[in-house]
């Protein structure tokens, strides 16, 4: 078992991700009695302690929500180094501060152009002895410059010391995929191709890109949330069992499922881009980067042979939610001669913004008549999260937990899947913002439609 750390430094101490998440969630940790040791912010903004302590209130202020107790404690923990990144003396400062910390987490809260730089001065300044890296995503382009990244890294850090964060595997309903699947032994029997038709992921959100137009230009939907919260869902949901609680063993289990999914082709993919979008500051006037996506992946194992699964995301849809629907077969004969829809018998896990799960089933009307009705049973229902994931992942990188951030051999298999489809090898739809995304994806889902609306199912 790794030991605790002894302090957390980050990179990146005044940028928007600081801001919005490694407060709010730092402060949660001290609330929750997991973070005491020192916390070193560094950017290159001339700031006193002062100065960074008051910007640290005002992002939790902004973003979440202020606990004085907790915030004067987090305060006394804080430090903060101001420096180019390129300059030695910025390392030298920091191996100072650091005093007599031997398992330092270094978190890199940067755009990865800069990752280079700030490995090498961490190692040239001693402060890589003993120390964990956690970066963020996106990890690397494509599968060529995720292997030039891994490789960067593993120059100063080996694999088991590298946590490459995917928020979406600290979110607590996609740990309660697997939790469900495998702490209720009803379910493994029915969890394959004999059982289940279809599979269908939506992640939808009723926001555009809005301030984020150059980020985003130059990723778009495939790269920002398929090859990573996505393709992690799907891990969760149709992996084997792990072979036990350890951390590799469930990660081992999701890169089996994932090196079995088939790379995409063309033709399992419509991309739209909603209308406006390259109106939005920071976009190419005449970009095709898509802001929606539906893809269909197959998966090549004995267990999922012939069962398709449907991926939909996209900004400027009708909704913010994100669901997952597993569709069971419809009865083998027609006993009753009724109109059955298709999701008429399901599982539907639902993971924001609050968290479900029903059983989907006909039921008979009361009466001679043998018609029945829609019915869903719901096992589970929970207004939202209870601890945001970068709490829950910043809390396991001081303790050294690896499961739920993406080994090396995981984000391999990632992009394998995603790589044929990137750039423009498929035709960009445009789409009417507050809609469902291109026509095209009706014909793509064809008699597995129609496609989950996740407001129908809201509670
Ligand atoms: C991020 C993406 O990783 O995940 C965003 O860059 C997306 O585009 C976000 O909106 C969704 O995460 P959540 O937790 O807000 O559903």
Same mark, same amino acid.
């Given at each position: 078992?790794?030991?605790?750390?002894?302090?957390?430094?980050?990179?990146?101490?005044?940028?928007?991700?600081?801001?919005?998440?490694?407060?709010?969630?730092?402060?949660?940790?001290?609330?929750?009695?997991?973070?005491?040791?020192?916390?070193?912010?560094?950017?290159?903004?001339?700031?006193?302690?002062?100065?960074?302590?008051?910007?640290?209130?005002?992002?939790?202020?902004?973003?979440?929500?202020?606990?004085?107790?907790?915030?004067?404690?987090?305060?006394?923990?804080?430090?903060?180094?101001?420096?180019?990144?390129?300059?030695?003396?910025?390392?030298?400062?920091?191996?100072?501060?650091?005093?007599?910390?031997?398992?330092?987490?270094?978190?890199?809260?940067?755009?990865?152009?800069?990752?280079?730089?700030?490995?090498?001065?961490?190692?040239?300044?001693?402060?890589?002895?003993?120390?964990?890296?956690?970066?963020?995503?996106?990890?690397?382009?494509?599968?060529?410059?995720?292997?030039?990244?891994?490789?960067?890294?593993?120059?100063?850090?080996?694999?088991?010391?590298?946590?490459?964060?995917?928020?979406?595997?600290?979110?607590?309903?996609?740990?309660?995929?697997?939790?469900?699947?495998?702490?209720?032994?009803?379910?493994?029997?029915?969890?394959?191709?004999?059982?289940?038709?279809?599979?269908?992921?939506?992640?939808?959100?009723?926001?555009?890109?809005?301030?984020?137009?150059?980020?985003?230009?130059?990723?778009?939907?495939?790269?920002?949330?398929?090859?990573?919260?996505?393709?992690?869902?799907?891990?969760?949901?149709?992996?084997?069992?792990?072979?036990?609680?350890?951390?590799?063993?469930?990660?081992?289990?999701?890169?089996?499922?994932?090196?079995?999914?088939?790379?995409?082709?063309?033709?399992?993919?419509?991309?739209?881009?909603?209308?406006?979008?390259?109106?939005?500051? $920071?976009? %190419?006037?005449?970009?095709? +980067? &898509?802001? #929606?996506?539906?893809?269909? @992946?197959?998966?090549?194992? *004995? !267990?999922?042979?012939?069962?398709?699964?449907?991926?939909?995301?996209?900004?400027?849809?009708?909704?913010?939610?994100?669901?997952?629907?597993?569709?069971?077969?419809?009865?083998?004969?027609?006993?009753?001669?009724?109109?059955?829809?298709?999701?008429?018998?399901?599982?539907?896990?639902?993971?924001?913004?609050?968290?479900?799960?029903?059983?989907?089933?006909?039921?008979?009307?009361?009466?001679?008549?043998?018609?029945?009705?829609?019915?869903?049973?719901?096992?589970?229902?929970?207004?939202?999260?209870?601890?945001?994931?970068?709490?829950?992942?910043? $809390?396991? %990188?001081?303790?050294?937990? +690896? &499961?739920? #951030?993406?080994?090396?051999? @995981?984000?391999?298999?990632? *992009? !394998?899947?995603?790589?044929?489809?990137?750039?423009?090898?498929?035709?960009?739809?445009?789409?009417?913002?507050?809609?469902?995304?291109?026509?095209?994806?009706?014909?793509?889902?064809?008699?597995?439609?129609?496609?989950?609306?996740?407001?129908?199912?809201?509670?």
């Amino acid at each position: 078992m790794a030991e605790d750390a002894d302090a957390f430094v980050f990179f990146g101490a005044t940028g928007d991700l600081a801001a919005k998440q490694i407060f709010p969630a730092l402060q949660i940790l001290v609330a929750n009695g997991e973070l005491d040791v020192p916390v070193i912010g560094v950017a290159d903004a001339p700031w006193s302690l002062e100065e960074f302590t008051a910007h640290a209130r005002r992002a939790i202020e902004e973003h979440a929500t202020l606990d004085e107790a907790a915030f004067a404690t987090l305060s006394g923990l804080l430090r903060y180094v101001s420096g180019d990144y390129a300059d030695t003396e910025t390392f030298t400062t920091l191996r100072t501060e650091l005093g007599a910390a031997e398992r330092p987490v270094h978190y890199l809260a940067i755009p990865p152009s800069l990752f280079e730089v700030v490995a090498s001065g961490l190692a040239a300044s001693g402060c890589t002895d003993g120390a964990r890296i956690v970066v963020e995503k996106p990890f690397g382009r494509d599968a060529g410059s995720a292997a030039e990244l891994n490789a960067l890294l593993h120059r100063y850090f080996s694999e088991d010391r590298i946590y490459r964060i995917d928020h979406y595997l600290g979110k607590d309903p996609v740990q309660n995929i697997i939790y469900t699947r495998f702490a209720n032994p009803i379910f493994e029997p029915i969890w394959n191709r004999s059982y289940i038709r279809a599979i269908q992921i939506t992640m939808a959100e009723e926001f555009g890109v809005e301030a984020r137009g150059s980020f985003y230009d130059s990723v778009g939907t495939i790269r920002d949330v398929v090859q990573n919260h996505l393709l992690a869902v799907v891990a969760n949901l149709c992996m084997e069992p792990p072979a036990g609680p350890d951390s590799d063993a469930i990660r081992d289990a999701r890169a089996m499922l994932l090196k079995a999914v088939r790379p995409l082709t063309p033709a399992d993919v419509v991309r739209g881009q909603y209308e406006g979008y390259r109106d939005t500051p $920071g976009v %190419a006037a005449g970009s095709t +980067t &898509e802001t #929606f996506a539906a893809i269909r @992946l197959a998966i090549d194992t *004995w !267990r999922w042979s012939g069962v398709p699964i449907f991926i939909r995301s996209g900004k400027h849809l009708p909704e913010t939610a994100t669901e997952i629907m597993v569709q069971f077969h419809r009865p083998p004969a027609d006993v009753f001669r009724e109109i059955v829809p298709p999701t008429s018998s399901h599982l539907r896990i639902r993971v924001s913004p609050d968290i479900s799960i029903g059983l989907g089933m006909r039921m008979k009307q009361p009466g001679d008549r043998m018609v029945g009705d829609e019915v869903e049973l719901r096992l589970s229902e929970q207004p939202g999260s209870v601890l945001p994931p970068y709490a829950r992942l910043l $809390g396991d %990188a001081l303790r050294g937990a +690896t &499961e739920l #951030f993406t080994r090396e051999d @995981l984000v391999d298999a990632q *992009w !394998r899947i995603i790589e044929p489809i990137l750039g423009d090898v498929t035709p960009i739809y445009r789409y009417r913002p507050g809609s469902w995304g291109p026509d095209e994806t009706i014909g793509m889902i064809g008699a597995f439609g129609p496609w989950n609306d996740p407001r129908t199912t809201a509670p």
